[in-house]
């Protein structure tokens, strides 16, 4: 026979529930003072990084990550040289791995006296996360720590089309990746300028800044000079920024900036990927240095084909489906903006939705040694017309004043 009083199952339940709560208040009290509140909420937002969220980007920081120094310097062993990508106007490009395994690509920016790294990282930033394309680089996360500006990009396992074309190594690229790459970046394109839900011109479009990813599907990058348009502009007036032998003369000597400079340096772009050969080579003769005037003489004579990779004359790709490419990159040259066609018609055009291709007239481009045309002052830059080596020229700097615009004879 038992003395004690059993306890009812309710009220047993009640002591039971009021423990477990108590336990578990304790604990969330125990790792709220362990954690701090930031990494709660980089836990909630995804940020593998701790530190405040700058307000450039707080709007999205759903879909962007930021990423504090320490993650950035593990992942890609603290900036080892041996991991260094390559190193554009802007600074040195990382490659690394995130501890949850995805492969990294980051940009260090240089901070110069006149903020020119920290204006390329907040319009990369602001304009990357605002818009999405199969066709352009996905900026996974930037950091902002002190003076560290880094820009941190999904990892692009074929690098750069530059280096493809012209680098040292044995990759072979066959006409059709030749013709997907150039109808990548034309489809990246026409969604910067007419798809995508802000009108953007880019003003850097060329081989260095088309990335290429395991499949060879290129991606455009370096947004850090592209610029948001009004709608109802027909174009803006812009101190010159971009690389001068993809440059379309208005923008380049007249500061007329619009799409049409974009689908200029297309046109540019185009003529490279098919000759495998750079904008400009002043080893070559005389004739053959500037490549837009090159392939319009030899589009005069009806010899065109003979520009074309050779290798490609062997690999089987046809005569007419090279020249036809040849002819849309000819009309993206045309000296007036007005004459060029939008990136749809030649997404159209390459797509051969359009029966019937335009003829193209005599193209302008910018020459670096016959500077004796036209006195035009510039408002521009950080190279002179006159000697210059293809690099990225910066809004801030101001330059020499001579230019000429040659239409080929
Ligand atoms: N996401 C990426 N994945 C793989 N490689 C990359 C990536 N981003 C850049 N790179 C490499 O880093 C190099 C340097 O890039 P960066 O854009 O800084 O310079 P650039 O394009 O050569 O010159 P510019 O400053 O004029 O754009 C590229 O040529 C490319 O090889
Ligand atoms: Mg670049």
Request: proline share 5%; net charge positive.
């Amino acid at each position: 026979m038992s003395s004690g009083k059993q306890m009812n199952p309710s009220s047993a339940f009640f002591l039971c529930s009021v423990l477990v709560l108590a336990i578990i208040i304790l604990l969330l009290a125990v790792l709220w003072k362990r954690i701090k509140p930031l990494t709660f909420m980089s836990m909630w937002t995804g940020s593998p990084g701790g530190s405040r969220l700058p307000d450039y980007f707080r709007n999205n920081f759903r879909a962007f990550c930021h990423f504090d120094c320490n993650t950035l310097k593990k992942a890609t062993g603290n900036f080892q040289q041996k991991n260094q990508l390559g190193t554009g106007g802007f600074g040195p490009v990382f490659q690394g791995r995130l501890d949850d395994g995805r492969r990294i690509a980051v940009k260090q920016l240089c901070l110069g006296k006149s903020h020119q790294g920290e204006c390329e990282f907040l319009a990369e930033v602001r304009m990357l996360t605002s818009i999405q394309h199969k066709n352009l680089v996905r900026l996974i996360g930037c950091c902002s720590e002190g003076c560290q500006r880094l820009l941190v990009y999904e990892f692009m396992k074929n690098g750069s089309l530059d280096n493809i074309l012209y680098g040292d190594n044995d990759i072979y690229l066959n006409w059709k990746t030749r013709f997907q790459i150039i109808l990548g970046i034309a489809r990246g394109l026409q969604y910067l300028h007419e798809d995508s839900n802000v009108r953007i011109v880019h003003r850097d479009i060329k081989a260095s800044n088309i990335l290429l990813d395991d499949r060879f599907q290129p991606k455009i990058s370096d947004f850090g000079l592209a610029r948001l348009f009004p709608e109802d502009e027909t174009y803006l007036s812009a101190q010159f920024a971009g690389t001068l032998g993809y440059t379309a003369p208005e923008y380049a000597i007249k500061g007329e900036l619009s799409e049409k400079a974009d689908i200029y340096s297309f046109g540019v772009l185009t003529l490279e990927i098919i000759s495998c050969r750079k904008n400009t080579d002043l080893t070559l003769p005389p004739n053959m240095q500037y490549l837009p005037d090159y392939a319009w003489k030899l589009y005069e004579s009806s010899m065109l084909f003979s520009l074309a990779d050779p290798r490609l004359k062997t690999d089987g790709a046809e005569e007419a489906d090279i020249l036809q490419v040849f002819q849309i990159a000819l009309l993206c040259l045309q000296s007036y903006p007005n004459l060029r066609p939008s990136m749809s018609q030649v997404v159209a055009m390459l797509t051969c939705k359009t029966k019937q291709i335009a003829s193209p007239i005599k193209p302008a481009f910018l020459d670096r040694r016959r500077c004796i045309n036209l006195d035009i002052s510039l408002p521009f830059s950080r190279e002179s017309a006159c000697d210059f080596s293809p690099s990225t020229i910066s809004d801030t700097l101001s330059l020499p004043p001579r230019l000429s615009i040659i239409s080929s004879s």
